[in-house]
């Protein structure tokens, strides 16, 4: 898998069993000269939320096998309905 930055992955339990909950992850880099176990890798990135803005800053050991790449835009956030402002 060709790793970049700026792709977005979808991190799930495949890549690591601490990604119960999926998260999204725009990458910033790869720690290619971190000792670690065979087949697994160090990521520098940003957790996106549903809108796809950077919402914390991470590094990640995963297993690229389990890793997404995004080639489709996150899901458009759709707003709730409004509520009308109270009035005192």
Do not use: C
Request: proline fraction near 8%; charged fraction near 20%; aromatic fraction near 12%.
């Amino acid at each position: 898998m060709d790793f970049r930055a700026g792709i977005v992955l979808h991190v799930t339990r495949a890549a690591s069993p601490q990604f119960v909950q999926p998260i999204f992850f725009r990458l910033i880099r790869v720690h290619k000269d971190w000792i670690t176990y065979d087949r697994w890798i160090w990521l520098d990135g940003y957790q996106l939320d549903a809108k796809g803005d950077a919402v914390a800053q991470r590094s990640i050991f995963v297993q690229p096998a389990g890793l997404i790449v995004q080639t489709q835009p996150l899901p458009a956030h759709r707003p709730g309905p409004r509520r009308s402002a109270a009035r005192t």
